[in-house]
Structures are given as C-alpha cells and as structure tokens.
C-alpha cells in the first residue's frame, strides 16, 4: 500500500511555468513507477508521463514532449513534474499514480492521489 499526495498546481498565464510534486508514503518509493496524468473538464484522464523504477528511464506525451520534465527523488520519497511554457491545453487536474510498470495508460497503476488543480490563463 502507497498513499500519494500532490501538491504544487495553482492559476498560471500562458507560458509561464509550475512545479508540481507527489510525495509518497507506504511501500518503499524506489520500488515503483510513477507516473503523471491529467484530466480536463469533461474528458478522460490522460497520461502525460512516467518515470520507471530502476532506471529511471521517462516517457512523455507528444503534447508535453520538450516542455515538462518528470524526475524523480527516492531519498525524498517524491516524484516531480517541472512544466514550462505552459498553454491554456494544460489546464486541469494532475494526479500522480504509483504502479509496477511502466504503461501510459491508467490501467497500469495501482494508487493514485487526490489531484491538484492546474489553470493555465491565455
């Protein structure tokens, strides 16, 4: 069992940039791959990216692909995900999920967190 908290999100203008972070407690951190997704108003979650265990190897969404950047601390117990220039597309709640493997899909994860908002500006 893992239990993951995000924190971070809040109101941005376009092109401007958020830290977001997911700190987890239960199970030892290192041991899963965590990922990011995000959901809009009226759509379905998506993924946006992931980051293995292990290697540490990262996987992004075309969309975030060059703009976001998720890493990872396991001393810290915490996953982030730096976004820059951010657009108004962005905007909606990010969860952080924990799993085993890395998928791209929100079947591949076992916990999730609470979600923080995000709300880019134009």
């Known amino acids: 069992q893992v239990q993951l908290v995000e924190s971070g999100g809040g109101l941005v203008q376009a092109g401007g940039s958020l830290r977001l972070s997911c700190a987890a407690s239960?199970?030892?951190?290192?041991?899963?791959?965590m990922g990011w997704f995000r959901q809009a108003p009226g759509k379905e979650r998506e993924f946006v990216a992931v980051?293995?265990?292990?290697?540490?190897?990262?996987y992004y969404a075309v969309s975030v692909k060059g703009r976001f950047t998720i890493s990872r601390d396991n001393a810290q117990n915490t996953v982030y995900l730096q976004m820059n220039s951010l657009k108004p597309e962005d905007t909606g709640v990010y969860y952080c999920?924990?799993?085993?493997?890395?998928?791209?899909?929100?079947?591949?994860?076992?916990?999730w967190g609470q979600g923080t908002q995000v709300t880019v500006s134009s």
């Open positions: 999920a924990a799993g085993n493997r890395v998928g791209f899909t929100t079947l591949s994860y076992d916990y």
């Open positions: 239960g199970r030892t951190f290192s041991s899963y791959t």
């Open positions: 980051i293995s265990r292990g290697s540490g190897n990262t």
